[in-house]
């Protein structure tokens, strides 16, 4: 039993990049909701099953942080829901729907990441560190391959595209022909803007951390670097925010390992010279330069970009909920009772609020907008309170790791690139419903303390 949950584990961390659900996509023209399963609930769900078959039928909450974590879920749930039973009598029915049938998906989404809490904290009792390197060392390795045979797609080099297509029989990744027409890769995601998450939030921060741990640096380096090409043919101003944030977060961490010092000092000369090509305009002579150029320094402050334009308006909403319902927030998936007021204000530009995606948001094509961004729509969903709430985590995750930093070697890096540049990118794009990327690389703490008893005995057997 223990080596079949070994397995499990495996396979749930072995898919989560891959977001177009090789399991069941093939049936999805004949039967369309079981295609729609996502992979990592499917197997995390069998991991769940097999672990109570373990147990006998016990949960086991012995993981202090685990145990935090998933009060914290629940406290934020508890938060939603009352304010939603306040707010109903003031915002009524908009598009169909009240403030409890608003904001019950992101409850649900809620409930399903303190599942996922539960079910992570049990996969490091069950799976050892070098099992998981080596997997990650295949996803690296992986997402390589697929990446750099995309570049020479979208550089338009001839039978790579109908070669790839062929190859991709099961269509797992994004056909050819839609990297073509947008001129951007993918990797393992289904938009560019995906791999944000995929490698700057995932594969890239476990490569930095295992360049401070491992002997063989070399190869964690050059991971290191194809991974950052990638995230350049993105062409994606979320996945260079993310990819910078990373790296900055990278320089702070191995600043403190001893010896590090020349390194930190070479990082931080490239990081200049390349604010300085960027900021002096001298990439603009090519087309690629200048496209990096737009993404980092015009994009994100574009408002008649499609996605930024559409962005930047469900922030400034999310902060006329926090406005108007400091305390307690509006609840978390009722942010668009406001929206429409928001977008009729003087707050927003009129390239703005003439956006076509703002346009269509305003008519409840979509029904009631949520909050968007993950920190935006936190703070405007639970106000101050929840806030708190949250800081006592935090606090709490500080701590322990501060305890147990030597304990769970490269974890710790792992854990502070990847879930501070989550933070970061999060301000904007990124959300953390369904994302089983970002819930795994929050769970990294749990490694610090077993949930089972027999900690050292499944490690031998799961060898």
Not at 34 to 48: P, Q, S
Request: one cysteine or more; hydrophobic letters at 50%; charged letters at 15%.
């Amino acid at each position: 039993m223990k080596k079949t949950i070994s397995f499990v584990c495996k396979l749930y961390l072995l898919l989560m990049p891959f977001q177009l659900m090789p399991f069941f996509r093939p049936f999805r023209n004949t039967f369309s909701r079981v295609a729609a399963i996502d992979n990592c609930m499917f197997i995390m769900l069998i991991g769940l099953l097999l672990i109570m078959i373990y147990t006998k039928g016990t949960l086991l909450f012995r993981n202090e942080l685990m145990r935090k974590a998933i009060l914290l879920v629940f406290e934020l749930i508890g938060i939603s829901l009352l304010t939603s039973l306040v707010l109903l009598p003031v915002f009524g029915s908009l598009f169909g729907e009240d403030t409890i049938s608003a904001s019950l998906s992101t409850n649900i989404y809620y409930v399903l990441l303190a599942v996922t809490f539960f079910f992570n904290a049990h996969l490091f009792d069950f799976l050892t560190k070098e099992q998981i390197r080596k997997i990650m060392d295949f996803l690296c390795v992986f997402n390589l391959v697929i990446g750099f045979v995309q570049i020479l797609i979208v550089s338009d080099v001839p039978i790579i595209g109908k070669f790839y297509d062929d190859l991709d029989y099961f269509d797992i990744f994004v056909d050819s022909g839609k990297m073509l027409l947008i001129g951007r890769i993918c990797a393992t995601r289904v938009e560019p803007a995906n791999m944000g998450i995929s490698i700057c939030v995932f594969l890239l921060p476990y490569a930095m951390a295992q360049l401070l741990h491992a002997k063989n640096k070399r190869k964690y380096l050059l991971y290191m670097v194809g991974l950052t090409v990638l995230c350049g043919y993105a062409l994606s101003s979320a996945v260079l925010v993310s990819l910078l944030a990373a790296y900055m977060l990278f320089i702070i961490l191995s600043s403190r390992k001893t010896g590090a010092g020349k390194f930190v000092i070479l990082l931080l000369v490239l990081a200049m010279i390349g604010v300085l090509i960027i900021s002096s305009g001298m990439i603009d002579n090519t087309e690629f330069g200048q496209k990096i150029s737009y993404l980092l320094v015009e994009k994100t402050t574009n408002t008649s970009n499609l996605s930024s334009g559409f962005r930047y308006t469900t922030v400034v909403n999310d902060l006329v909920c926090f406005v108007r319902y400091p305390f307690s927030g509006i609840g978390n998936g009722n942010q668009g009772f406001l929206y429409n007021e928001t977008m009729n204000s003087n707050l927003v530009s009129e390239a703005m609020r003439n956006n076509y995606q703002t346009v269509k948001a305003m008519s409840g094509a979509n029904g009631v907008l949520s909050g968007g961004a993950f920190v935006p729509a936190f703070i405007s969903g639970y106000g101050i309170l929840g806030l708190v709430l949250l800081g006592i985590y935090i606090n709490a995750v500080r701590k322990k790791l501060k305890e147990k930093r030597e304990s769970l070697n490269y974890y710790y890096e792992w854990f502070c690139i990847g879930a501070i540049t989550f933070l970061i990118v999060s301000t904007v794009a990124g959300s953390i419903e369904g994302n089983y990327i970002v819930m795994f690389v929050l769970s990294l703490p749990f490694a610090a303390d077993p949930v089972l008893e027999e900690k050292e005995e499944v490690h031998s057997l799961a060898n």
